[in-house]
């Protein structure tokens, strides 16, 4: 096998408490090997990294690139793409669109140019599996994956309704094994299902779903329950109740409460933060500290942030309500759609504005929870691409994290309400590169449960990005050096080079196959579909890695 060598870079690897070190990495067969020790042993080709910077390849933990709601999003915003520049066809690449939402081959492309070499799509309804198997071997060089949705899943709630711990775990295992999936998401937890029967939502997590009765807090708390009996790499994936709705933190803190200990990821938690009415939009504030608070003392909870960045963009979620809601709020074209017994989503055009103090404070709030969070291993860089804004924006949140002038210039010229709102403008604090290279790799992988990603010790999936140092922080972000995945060198310099189409991460958790009668059962009483049909023929998995429980 041919080995490669960077050479003399300065390796920010915080997983192996290696930062700032001057030395070579060594990759051998699509992985991390130790430095040889036989001075007999020379590499096949060298990389100069003298003066750069060498981290791990970047893992996004939380984004929306491929499903259903992905692919509707993508037909209704033709006006997104006659304004984006589009990715041309050259010999290693194939021509695509880009904008808020990306064609597959572009997602692809853009992601590894920015140095990310592994992203996941945190919401995709089992029934619509299949095609997002086609869709991500059709995503080129990076390693991903999908959340399965179940907090809305009517087999589900009929179990935790009834108490049958055992059939929970069994379906949750079945399903997510049946669509080739990597973890648990809830979202909206039965109130999506409240709006589906009656265009109602569920504001309380102890409202009653209506026909099952069981409420959101039962909902969370079984759910994450479950996958942790289950073992499985990445705990129960949280999208709360209520997002976006001023005073929701008492909401978000509740269903942090509702845990009651069990392990849980809270996703892009700054649309979760806020304080104030939803009568008087001059209450409108920030409530980061008080929750920051909570996660701090709660070593069983990690977020993301979900970083709003200003600029035009497409909000797609599987909370069918908040579609609704933001159309009202925006009054431009909505999409919503119901996926039989399993999910819904709502699809919106958004404009942030830098003028708008609601949109500004969103803006400061996602840069309180990177900011006052002390432990950065507990909280991942995203924008719930494209929610809050595109992934491309990574390397903009990156610089405002790592200089504080670059956050009081924005914070000048946004309305001055926004400063009284929060705590933003008394927060010094900088980030380093180790806390970069903490949030943006290996923290997200460590979540994750994936013992291969994140970092560059011996046995470590061999993705690597190097970057040349700036001043100019974003521009040294937005253009690496190279970037390496599976130990080929995939992007010289901004140009794509010869690449293979990376691989699919899941899991496929035991379960007990006494309760699948019951399953199959429910499956001939209610769907459509037909329950040999279900399941995701292993054929559509294309280059597959199982991920098992002992990895995290």
């Known amino acids: 096998m041919a080995i490669l060598r960077i050479s003399g870079g300065t390796v920010y690897d915080p997983a192996n408490a ?24 020379k590499p096949d080709k060298t990389l100069d990294a003298t003066g750069m910077v060498v981290m ?6 939380h984004c929306h690139i491929a ?44 992601y590894a140019g920015l140095g990310y070499t592994t992203a996941f799509d945190a919401a995709v309804p089992p029934l619509a599996a299949r095609h997002v198997h086609e869709e991500l071997h059709d995503t080129p060089i990076i390693d991903k994956g999908f959340y399965v949705l179940m907090g809305n899943n009517h087999y589900v709630m009929k179990q935790i309704a009834a108490g049958e711990t055992q059939r929970l775990d069994a379906y949750i295992a079945w399903l997510i094994n049946a669509a080739g999936g990597y973890a648990s998401k809830i979202v909206n937890p039965g109130g999506v299902e409240m709006w589906k029967r009656s265009g109602g939502n569920a504001n309380s997590i102890d409202d009653q779903i209506a026909h099952f009765g069981v409420s959101p807090r039962q909902i969370v708390r079984e759910v994450a329950a479950s996958v942790e009996r289950l073992r499985l790499p ?42 104030g009415t939803l009568d008087d939009q001059s ?14 003392e709660h070593e069983n909870i990690t977020v993301d942030v979900g970083q709003v960045m200003f600029g035009d963009t497409t909000s797609m979620t599987g909370d069918g309500p908040l579609g609704y809601f933001l159309h009202q709020v925006f009054g431009r074209k909505w999409f919503n759609s119901d996926t039989e017994m399993e999910a819904g989503c709502g699809i919106v055009p958004i404009e942030y504005k830098d003028k708008s103090m609601v949109h500004a404070l969103q803006w400061a709030i996602g840069l309180e929870w990177y900011l006052l ?70 923290a997200p992988a460590r979540m994750l449960g994936l013992s291969r990603k994140g970092h560059l010790g011996p046995g470590a ?3 690597v990005t190097i970057y040349q ?84």
């Not at 709705?245 to 892009?268: D, F, S, V, Y």
């Open 234 to 275: 990445h705990r129960t994936h949280i999208h709360c109740n209520n997002l976006g709705i001023p005073g929701n933190w008492e909401t978000t803190l509740q269903t942090m409460q509702a845990l009651e200990g069990h392990p849980a990821h809270l996703t892009h938690i700054q649309f979760h933060s806020y304080g």
């Open 469 to 552: 140092p700036q001043d100019d922080k974003q521009l040294m972000f937005e253009l690496p050096r190279y970037v390496i995945h599976a130990g080929e060198i995939v992007v010289d310099d901004g140009q794509i080079l010869p690449h293979t189409d990376g691989r699919l991460l899941h899991v496929t958790p035991t379960y007990d196959e006494a309760c699948v009668p019951d399953i199959q059962k429910w499956f001939e009483d209610n769907y459509t579909i037909q329950f040999r049909n279900y399941p995701v023929d292993p054929s559509y998995l294309h280059q597959n890695e199982v991920i098992t429980s002992n990895e995290g």
């Open 67 to 110: 499903g259903p709601k992905v692919n509707a999003a993508r037909k209704m915003r033709p006006e997104d793409k006659r304004i984006s520049e589009p990715v041309v066809r050259t010999l290693h690449t194939r021509s695509g669109t880009t904008g808020s939402v990306p064609s597959t081959f572009a997602t692809g492309y853009l």
């Open 373 to 442: 969070m002390e432990d950065p291993w507990r909280v991942a860089m995203s924008t719930d691409h494209p929610n809050g804004g595109s992934f491309l924006a990574y390397p903009e949140i990156i610089a405002l994290l790592m200089d504080r002038g670059l956050r009081k210039d924005v914070l000048n010229r946004v309305p001055g309400g926004v400063k009284d709102r929060c705590t933003l403008a008394d927060l010094d604090r900088e980030y380093s590169l180790e806390e970069i290279a903490i949030i943006t790799r290996a």
């Open 461 to 463: 999936d061999a993705d």
């Open 56 to 61: 791990p390849g970047g893992v996004d933990m």
């Open 18 to 41: 290696d930062t700032g070190t001057v030395r070579d990495v060594w990759i051998e067969a699509g992985r991390v090997i130790a430095t040889p020790t036989d001075p007999n042993v």
């Open 283 to 296: 209450t409108f504030c920030s409530e980061v500290p008080k929750l920051v608070e909570y996660v701090r």
